[in-house]
T-cell receptor, first 112, second 115 residues
Framework: KAGVTQTPRYLIKTRGQQVTLSCSPI?????VSWYQQTPGQGLQFLFE???????NKGNFPGRFSGRQFSNSRSEMNVSTLELGDSALYLC???????????FGPGTRLTVT | GESVGLHLPTLSVQEGDNSIINCAYS??????FIWYKQESGKGPQFIID?????DKRQGQRVTVLLNKTVKHLSLQIAATQPGDSAVYFC??????????????FGTGTQLKVEL
């Protein structure tokens, strides 16, 4: 079974721009979660989608948004990029709550 | 506030020895815990999980112990190998009551295996 895939793997953007990251979950998984990982803050939860609905949300500003499609693929968008948004963005998928969450390799975003 | 943390930022062990990585949590309502391993340049890899109705769970060369009384979690790795070198995170699921995933991660322990 194929794992979680994320595209692109690396991205360089300029302050003020916006970016869209994509995540394809493991086949059959309906829950997709997004996390931000930085050296200073560690791994932080952004949001979770289940059956195209946002089910949980972390403490990030409204510039961070996401969505999920009917095939469970998910995208996250960050608008008006700031230098502090430079991070590894990770996507994880699972069947539902309290099932194993499997992570993708992440998208490394650098904001200059 | 509520938190999940790890006791040591770095742990060095000799190849073949057993490793014990500890984690403390503060939310007594937490009911699902997971250990992840993250190698450089990769996403976290699921190792083992445990629910609050269990005290111990074993996998291949790994054992997780849960002590709800003192809100402590540990990961034991038997016969540690060079390939075990990585950062280890404990996480708890704090999704909405009755549903959802929202992992809260500890700060991580860097495990270094010395030959």
């Amino acid at each position: 079974k194929a794992g979680v895939t994320q595209t692109p793997r690396y991205l360089i953007k300029t302050r003020g721009q916006q970016v869209t990251l994509s995540c394809s979950p493991i086949s059959g998984h309906r829950s997709v979660s997004w996390y931000q990982q930085t050296p200073g803050q560690g791994l932080q939860f952004l949001f979770e989608y289940f059956s195209e609905t946002q089910r949980n949300k972390g403490n990030f500003p409204g510039r961070f948004s996401g969505r999920q499609f009917s095939n469970s693929r998910s995208e996250m968008n960050v608008s008006t990029l700031e230098l502090g948004d430079s991070a590894l963005y990770l996507c994880a998928s699972s069947l539902d709550r309290d099932y194993e969450q499997y992570f993708g390799p992440g998208t490394r975003l650098t904001v200059t | 506030g509520e938190s999940v943390g790890l006791h040591l930022p770095t742990l060095s062990v000799q190849e073949g020895d057993n490793s014990i990585i500890n984690c403390a949590y503060s939310n007594s309502a937490s009911d699902y815990f997971i250990w992840y391993k993250q190698e450089s340049g990769k996403g976290p890899q699921f190792i083992i999980d445990i629910r609050s109705n269990m005290d111990k769970r074993q996998g291949q060369r790994v054992t997780v112990l849960l002590n709800k009384t003192v809100k402590h979690l540990s990961l034991q790795i038997a016969a540690t190998q060079p390939g075990d070198s990585a950062v280890y995170f404990c996480a708890e699921n704090r999704g909405l009551t009755g549903g959802g995933n929202k992992l809260t991660f500890g700060t991580g322990t860097q495990l270094k295996v010395e030959l």
